[in-house]
């Protein structure tokens, strides 16, 4: 599902690219629909920031559903493809871990951070994220336009967060993929 509407922030607006919006639900690969997007977390919290960074930039927020078949995200992928071509930028927004221990968190995380690192969408099945589809699509994209490896930036959880150690937590971590 894609979003195509401006997104209002505390420093401007910032708007929706709308000719990747009318490709992409042309292609058939995904629906618009503008009022789930206020909800989602993985959206909202990252745009007021993409408006401080890049006010000029049009986005386009995409859900990738736990439902969406190898020929939804093939087409997404090869529709967005050329939109991004010319200094796009690709992020995810996806928890790891969620409520368990830290001491398990970190455990799960050790295994899943080197698949995401490496690239290999072949082995994403099992970890523990919540966006399995959402996260073969990223790697697929960013490997479609050049990058070679990620890195590691920041790995954290909730309860660390939160000042609260021994909490069962969701985790983060900040990766960068570059060529």
Known sequence: ?????????ASGTLRADADAVDAIVR?????????????????TTHLPLLREAFPDAAVLPVVVRTS???????????????????????ILSMD???YKSPA??????????????????????????DTP??????????RDLGSLRGVVLDHSDSGAIRG???????????MLFSR
């Open 1 to 9: 599902t894609v979003c195509g509407a401006d997104w209002e922030t």
């Open 27 to 43: 292609s058939g690969a995904a629906t618009r629909d503008d009022r789930i997007f206020v909800r989602e977390h993985g959206v």
């Open 68 to 90: 969406a078949s190898d020929m939804q995200l093939l087409v997404l992928r090869k529709t967005l493809t050329p939109f991004l071509r010319d200094g796009g930028l690709v």
């Open 96 to 98: 790891l871990s969620h």
């Open 104 to 129: 398990d968190a970190a455990h799960d995380d050790a295994r899943t951070l080197p698949v995401l690192a490496r690239m290999d969408a072949t082995s994403l099945r099992g970890l523990d994220i």
């Open 133 to 142: 589809r959402g996260a073969a699509l990223f790697l697929a994209l960013v």
């Open 164 to 174: 609260l150690p021994d909490a069962p937590c969701t985790s983060y971590a900040t």
